[in-house]
């Protein structure tokens, strides 16, 4: 599922919903994970790749999964949920999975997905979950 983007493509890249690293916790420095999503800008309709990611900044991941929340009417997912097996990257402090999508027409707009991850340090383990918007600027 390689998409096919020009050299001069440019990459967006956003972390959490307000352009910095987003968190389990609403506290600032000290949270337990971060989240991040970065798309290809593809210059016109077709296939392009958003990789997503999560890291642990204490403790570590022991499960982790991403699925597509929401997008915009003219982006389509190719897949709605990537599970742990589908990582590019599968480490005790970090997952990483690049998701395929199409745009169907030039223009901007939002893609959210949600990762939710289980969280060990010591011997307790704890759920935590985040969802991560980016925008993807088609043919511009």
Known sequence: MAAVVSARAALVVVMGAIAVPS????????????????CEAPPGPGRFRCDVEVRAT???????????????????????????????????DIYRWSLGFVARDRGAGAITVRVRAVLCHDDACAPVQREVSGRVVVGR
């Open 23 to 38: 968190s389990v916790r609403a506290s600032g420095s000290d949270a337990p994970i971060r989240t991040s999503i970065l």
């Open 58 to 92: 204490e403790g570590q991941l022991s499960w982790a999964d991403v699925e597509v929340a929401r997008v915009d009417d003219f982006i389509l997912p190719l897949r709605g949920r990537l599970g742990p097996r589908d990582a590019s990257a599968h480490d005790p």
